[in-house]
């Protein structure tokens, strides 16, 4: 099994085709274009691709649908924990 790792800052874009799923991601770099601007807001460009069938990409979101609905719950308890004072409920 290999233990690569890819940080990627978020999804650029998703297509399907056959049947198969294409996810572009990308990651924040400086905009040369701003020639030099240090204040120029970072632009994302493509880092790397994912490509997997349908069904596969079913079951991604499925897993990624649930972690979206641990997020909002712990967001929710730290929400509810700073209306208390900073203690958890």
Same mark, same amino acid.
């Given at each position: 099994?290999?233990?690569?790792?890819?940080?990627?800052?978020?999804?650029?874009?998703?297509?399907?085709?056959?049947?198969?799923?294409?996810?572009?991601?990308?990651?924040?770099?400086?905009?040369?274009?701003?020639?030099?601007?240090?204040?120029?807001?970072?632009?994302?460009?493509?880092?790397?691709?994912?490509?997997?069938?349908?069904?596969?990409?079913?079951?991604?979101? $499925?897993?990624? &649908?649930?972690?979206?609905?641990?997020? $909002? &719950?712990?967001?929710?308890? &730290?929400?509810?924990? &700073?209306?208390?004072?900073?203690?958890?409920?």
């Amino acid at each position: 099994m290999s233990d690569t790792k890819i940080f990627v800052d978020g999804l650029m874009s998703a297509t399907l085709r056959d049947g198969v799923v294409r996810l572009e991601f990308g990651e924040f770099e400086a905009d040369e274009a701003a020639g030099g601007d240090e204040n120029a807001p970072p632009k994302m460009f493509p880092k790397t691709r994912v490509a997997m069938p349908w069904p596969g990409f079913l079951r991604t979101l $499925r897993m990624m &649908q649930e972690v979206n609905e641990r997020l $909002r &719950q712990e967001v929710e308890k &730290q929400r509810a924990a &700073q209306a208390n004072g900073g203690t958890a409920a």
